[in-house]
């Protein structure tokens, strides 16, 4: 037999938030709906945190109301609802867990002590660096930039640099040793 919408579940004196098997359409009013409600929020606690029952119920009702029309009466409303609100609950344990497993996939360990101190070493060693190299004379500091730069065509950089590849490796040696100095004064 399909719901009537006009009817609600009564709810008799002695047992004011468990329905009785009787439904009609006298017993809807305010107060049976309070009692619902109050019902509905009890077991939703029992179920999610506190801060997201509310919003649980709210779900149960507009669920409960979309479904209307499947509601055959052969339980009580309350049942039918606390059904809802179960399933209801499911749904969002569920949809939590694979949101957590989603965002675990993108979860970065926190670096351990010993990475920062390599993290704030490598920093201050390029700071170094940086500061030695502005230090030295300019053709000095082109070598070693062409160097560190990874190009291993030596002849090709003396041609660059209009000197004969002897040249180039002497000057090379000395703007090493000179980047060398630099950064052992800052060492010290």
Known sequence: MPFDATVAPSFDATTPTAPS??????????????????????????????????????????????GLDRFEGRASMLTWLTSILRHKAADRYRSARHRRERLSAFEIEPPTEARVIEILGARDALDRVTRSLAAMEPRSRTLVLAEIDGDDDRAHLAREHGVTRETYRVQLCRARAQLRAGLADLAA
Do not use: C, G, M
């Open 21 to 66: 098997s009787e439904v009609s359409a006298s017993s809807l009013d305010a107060a049976a709906l309070r009692e619902v409600q109050a019902s509905l929020l009890r077991r939703a606690r029992q179920l999610v945190p506190a801060s997201d029952a509310a919003d649980l119920v709210q779900d149960v009702w507009l669920a409960a109301i979309d």
